[in-house]
């Protein structure tokens, strides 16, 4: 089956920092991919759609100079958390569109995201 | 605007009995329908997905579920559970009348806990 590897699967860093978090897809290309974020009481919240070659479209309410995201190739989205603060703590996780027909969300297993 | 929702944050069930995880949806055009499990420590993984077709879908793990029009509901089934089915379970929702086309909408999640 198709797989999505998300990297990585636990950071911690400090406030002010930023963060990098790579999404691959490692046997199909996609030309979309989606990252949410998983809050503690479960829900899982789209932050914005990342489309190969051109900008991001982001949900409302989440802050594009805050969540950079790159989709730079048909197999990579990369998701930067700028000048991270204790808020920004949360599960992130990110999804690829195989467009095969199936068109089935292949999800990668997430990276914790701890700021102290 | 699109949206789902799953009226229990958990469901409890005895092993050997049915389970029923409810999910209700709202779109403007058509509806594309999704059941994803997310076990500890893992990532989501797909279950099951309605797109047209007969009302009854078959998925992975025994689990169906049943798309009612009517009352644009999509509630995910297993006839006998089992103790192993114990997880995340997320209902989803995409807009093929969406110009975008993609965008997936989650559910806020149902924890299924199967008693042995």
């Known amino acids: 089956g198709a797989v999505v590897s998300q990297h990585p699967s636990r950071v911690i860093c400090k406030s002010g920092t930023s963060v990098k978090i790579e999404c691959r897809s490692l046997d199909f290309q996609a030309t979309t991919m989606f990252w949410y974020r998983q809050f503690p009481k479960q829900s899982l919240m789209l932050m914005a759609t990342s489309n190969e070659g051109s900008k991001a479209t982001y949900e409302q309410g989440v802050e594009k100079d805050k969540f950079l995201i790159n989709h730079a190739s048909l197999t990579l989205s990369t998701l930067t958390v700028t000048s991270a603060h204790p808020e920004d703590s949360s599960f992130y996780i990110c999804s690829a569109l195989r467009g095969t027909g199936d068109e089935k969300l292949f999800f990668g297993s997430g990276t914790q995201l701890s700021v102290l | 605007a699109q949206s789902v929702a799953q009226p229990e944050d958990q469901v409890n069930v005895a092993e050997g009995n049915p389970l029923t995880v409810k999910c209700t949806y709202s779109v403007s055009g058509n509806p594309y329908l999704f059941w994803y499990v997310q076990y500890p420590n893992r990532g989501l993984q797909f279950l099951l997905k309605y797109i047209t077709g007969d009302n009854l879908v078959k998925g992975s793990y025994g689990f169906e579920a049943e798309f009612n029009k009517s009352q644009t509901s999509f509630h995910l089934k297993k006839p006998s559970a089992l103790v192993s089915d114990s997880a995340l379970y997320f209902c989803?929702?995409?807009?093929?009348?969406?110009?975008?086309?993609?965008?997936?909408?989650f559910g806020a999640g149902t924890r299924l806990f199967v008693k042995a």
């Open positions: 989803a929702v995409r807009d093929l009348g969406n110009r975008r086309g993609f965008k997936t909408i």
